[in-house]
């Protein structure tokens, strides 16, 4: 046994509350070192007792069951019941395949022996306070997100077109709209709902100049090119009674410079009410133009990605964490929105995200907080439910697309992603092939359609909540950033039709599926980077899943088990037993 490779570090990814009930527990091993692990847990017994005797611990033993499996280690996890008394303790029992036995705590790795447990110092929380931003919506680990925007979606409400809005299909331009509504995402809910969408996320729908409304001007009005607060309201309904969620886009770490508050500021400067709402340096607020319109120049005060259209506001300061808890609270209360998804989250101080998730759940117990950040390392929030998972997406396309990661490095950095991760965190986490600020994936792909289909499916194997941008499904190649995304197209072709079969069986098995792909372990398969494929089984329970996928050029040779049955696949010759290039295989075992 290697007791140098045994590790438990308590109080973090490894041993957390996953609700007010309930403490996870996670141990690293080294790979097929243990063969069992025991966690030997209990409430911590009391010093003394009034004749001045220690107290034997009263403690109860479980199985901890592996999570993740690679080349290099092993992950046991097991969730335990929080005692009345709100505190724990608890050490592992190890076993070898050689039946060597060992008692690991905080303080020692050392032989079990009955006389070692009932020494045992063990590892000892804190007290477990009753914590409600610990909870993550149970309704979010059955979640497909469907991605759009209103502009750019469907145009089914003419008298709101704004003048010399783009013919439908026309290439896209920065400063022109498509005429996109309300009505038109409305109408086309069946359409949504038949792809096997269950919840439809919205970029932001207030009142706005630009066509993507990420320069929010008003936060208490619908955009009136989109629609009014009556048609949204029958928006939301229509979604509750098809069961589907609604998510919107917000931001809150700055505000448009055609904001009340900002033109307030430019007028009176340091003696506008409004003056410690922004991070200013300097009076008057000025800026020195570039070429671009959306980048400036020795700004005298802080601005998103140094854009002066876009001016920062102090989220510590109480006026303004209140400001945006109340339109935040509105939106939920009277029109029943099931989630947010905060812009640039990773821009925004601890302080403000406690507060802001404290005032929502007194309204909405089951709201759900995705932090929405766009840094290339995102890391898991500590109090949103979930990130976008755009570290997991930039590792899977450089390893499908790119190239530039072998096969067996993305198995040993996925690992070492959900290692670091809290289970709970990763299926509230969204993980989105492509995004209104991102190029297209299909592009990405250079019109490859069997390669997205490839990419698309792996992702969907993984355990982060899928989303899918509009369009994806019918085979959209333009659009790099938000302002110059492409419209919907609505046009029938056989790569569309195509298409949306695959997304469509593919959505249905992540929903048979979903509890193994949230919380199942995870074991990597045969990989190889000489032949450039990789392989990796889910499980939980009874249920178990085994996919591979063929990243190389040449065909390879697989064996398909018996009595397994094919849930989705991808060249692949059963009769020849071989997988061809960006073939895959997802089997129910």
Not at 99 to 122: C, I, M, W
Not at 226 to 251: P, Y
Not at 273 to 287: D, G, H, N, T
């Amino acid at each position: 046994m290697d007791k140098a490779a045994i590790y438990h570090r308590p109080a973090s990814e490894m041993a957390y509350m996953t609700d007010n009930d309930h403490y996870q527990l996670q141990l690293k091993t080294k790979h097929q070192d243990i063969a069992r692990v025991r966690v030997i847990y209990g409430p911590p017994q009391t010093l003394m007792t009034h004749e001045g005797k220690l107290v034997s611990w009263e403690y109860e033993t479980s199985e901890m069951h592996l999570r993740l499996q690679n080349g290099v280690y092993d992950v046991w996890s097991i969730e335990l019941p929080i005692p009345k008394m709100r505190k724990l303790k608890y050490a592992f029992h190890l076993l070898d395949k050689n039946g060597d036995e060992v008692l690991y705590d905080a303080n020692l790795s050392q032989k079990y022996t009955p006389k070692a447990l009932e020494r045992v110092t063990g590892f000892v929380t804190a007290y477990l306070g009753y914590d409600e931003n610990a909870t993550v919506p149970k309704w979010v680990q059955k979640m497909v997100w469907y991605r759009l925007m209103p502009d750019r979606f469907a145009n089914n409400d003419k008298k709101r077109d704004p003048k010399d809005i783009l013919e439908w299909g026309a290439e896209a331009d920065k400063a022109k709209f498509f005429g996109g509504d309300l009505q038109g995402i409305i109408d086309n809910l069946d359409y949504i709902q038949s792809l096997g969408i269950n919840g439809l996320y919205l970029t932001p729908i207030f009142d706005a100049y630009s066509n993507h409304k990420f320069d929010t001007i008003d936060y208490y009005e619908i955009d009136p090119e989109f629609g009014t607060k009556e048609k949204f309201k029958e928006l939301v309904e229509a979604l509750h009674q098809r069961g589907m969620k609604l998510m919107l886009d917000v931001t809150c770490d700055h505000l448009s410079d055609f904001s009340l508050q900002w033109q307030d500021v430019r007028k009176y400067g340091a003696r506008s009410s409004f003056a410690k709402w922004f991070l200013i340096e300097q009076f008057p607020v000025r800026y020195v133009p570039t070429e671009s319109p959306d980048y400036a120049e020795r700004l005298t005060y802080e601005a998103l990605n140094n854009n002066p259209h876009m001016p920062k506001v102090d989220l510590e300061n109480p006026e303004v964490q209140e400001y945006f808890g109340n339109i935040l609270t509105y939106w939920t209360r009277n029109f029943g929105i099931d989630a947010w998804s905060i812009a640039d989250s990773n821009e925004i101080p601890t302080s403000f995200k406690l507060y802001l998730s404290e005032r929502l759940k007194k309204v909405a117990p089951e709201i759900y907080l995705l932090g929405n950040t766009v840094a290339n390392k995102a890391e898991q929030d500590q109090v949103f439910a979930g990130t976008n998972a755009i570290n997991v997406r930039d590792l899977i396309e450089q390893t499908f697309i790119e190239r530039t990661i072998a096969p067996t490095e993305l198995a040993y950095a996925l690992n070492e992603h959900q290692l670091r991760a809290r289970p709970t965190e990763l299926f509230a986490s969204l993980l989105a092939a492509d995004s209104p600020k991102t190029a297209r994936i299909l592009a990405k792909c250079d019109d490859n359609v069997q390669l997205l289909r490839a990419v698309i499916a792996f992702m969907f194997m993984q355990p982060e909540t899928p989303s899918i941008l509009y369009g994806t499904e019918k085979g959209l190649l333009a659009g790099t950033e938000a302002a110059l995304q492409p419209c919907m197209d609505w046009k029938e072709t056989e790569k569309s039709s195509e298409m949306q079969r695959f997304i469509k069986k593919l959505i249905a098995a992540r929903a048979k599926y979903g509890d193994v792909l949230t919380v199942g372990s995870f074991e990597w398969g045969p990989c190889s980077n000489q032949h450039a494929y990789l392989s990796f089984s889910r499980n939980l329970g009874e249920k178990k899943i085994f996919a591979i996928f063929n990243l190389g050029y040449g065909s390879i040779k697989i064996v398909l088990p018996k009595n397994s049955k094919l849930l989705l696949g991808q060249n692949l010759v059963e009769q020849d037993q071989r997988l061809g290039q960006y073939g895959f295989a997802i089997i129910a075992l």
